[in-house]
């Protein structure tokens, strides 16, 4: 992928739900749930303070993280789905 945010904005790629509930039942495509959890693809260089100073994100290419329902901007780069959001959006990295 050729495309980098700016500022303090991440490039997130949903991570695919689950097909069956826990008691095994088939969950159809339109009855799904958009997933709050994704992997991060990009980064960008920071946010600006008042002085100018770049200050890094605590999030990295490689992630995943846990956001909000609503959170972002969907987007389709080269055929894929990704959500374009700020760090602030992001409600923690899961390990």
Known sequence: MNFRPLHDRVVVERLESE???AGGIIIPDT??????????VS???????????VHPLDVKAGDTVLFGKWSGTEVKIEGTDYLIMKESDIMGILT
């Open 19 to 21: 097909e069956k509930t």
């Open 43 to 53: 980064v960008g260089a920071g946010a600006r303070d008042e002085q100018g100073k």
């Open 31 to 40: 009855a799904k749930e958009k997933p709050m959890q994704g992997k991060i």
